[in-house]
């Protein structure tokens, strides 16, 4: 089993930037897909971005291509998003979860953090 924390969000400026990052105990870290998610109340839960358990795959959500980086650290059970050119539509909490399938759909993922909100000002 995995519990992961997220860290790192807050409040910036458009054109900011923030890194996420998610901490993870218990086994087999380095076994799980990982994923960024973001909800917010007004959009179900939707997938950022999503890395494969050696880091090699990485794919985005369109509107966060070029702006933001998926990468994991294995040695250190622990994962990061990287958000640059931040946007004011960018504001949701967001989430780090994992799971065995290298996937977007969230019902893909076993383990999910508790969210950390990150909050883009104009």
């Known amino acids: 089993q995995v519990q992961l924390a997220e860290s790192g969000g807050g409040l910036v400026q458009a054109g900011g930037s923030l890194r996420l990052s998610c901490a993870a105990s218990?086994?087999?870290?380095?076994?799980?897909?990982m994923g960024w998610f973001r909800q917010t109340l007004r959009k179900q839960r939707e997938v950022v971005a999503y890395i494969s358990w050696s880091g090699d795959f990485t794919n985005y959500a369109d509107s966060v291509k070029g702006r933001f980086t998926i990468s994991r650290d294995n040695a250190k059970n622990a994962a990061y998003l990287q958000m640059n050119s931040l946007k004011p539509e960018d504001t949701a909490v967001y989430y780090c979860?994992?799971?065995?399938?290298?996937?977007?759909?969230?019902?893909?993922?076993?383990?999910w953090g508790q969210g950390t909100q990150v909050t883009i000002s104009s």
């Open positions: 218990g086994s087999g870290f380095g076994h799980y897909a």
């Open positions: 979860a994992s799971g065995p399938i290298y996937s977007p759909r969230p019902s893909d993922y076993d383990y």
